[in-house]
Nanobody, 126 residues
């Protein structure tokens, strides 16, 4: 079993920055692909970013490319999402997700991730 706990959400003005963290508990984290997804009110969940187990192959949704950076520290069992130049349309609940232990293949499909955190709210507003 893998347990995920997100933190770092909050209220920020347009153009501001936030860093989300996702702490993982369980075996196999360092070899599992991780992803960030988000869901805005009234909208479906959407892919944001993913990274492989070693952290050297990130992949981003077009809507966040150049503004968001996904990274991981396997020694701390933590994955991060650095969000810069935030826009009101980035407002959503952000979820961290993990693939099965030892599955390092990244995916943009949320159905490929069996483990999810509880979510953290990000609100971008002036």
């Amino acid at each position: 079993q893998v347990q995920l706990v997100e933190s770092g959400g909050g209220l920020v003005q347009p153009g501001g920055s936030l860093r989300l963290s996702c702490a993982a508990a369980g075996r196999g984290f360092s070899s599992s692909a991780m992803g960030w997804f988000r869901q805005a009110p009234g909208k479906e969940r959407e892919f944001v970013a993913t990274v492989n187990g070693r952290g050297d192959r990130p992949y981003y949704a077009d809507s966040v490319k150049g503004r968001f950076t996904i990274s991981r520290d396997n020694a701390k069992n933590t994955v991060y999402l650095q969000m810069n130049n935030l826009k009101p349309e980035d407002t959503a609940v952000y979820y961290c997700a993990a693939r099965n232990p030892y599955n390092s293949d990244t995916s943009t499909d949320g159905r490929m991730y069996p483990y999810w955190g509880q979510g953290t709210q990000v609100t971008v507003s002036s």
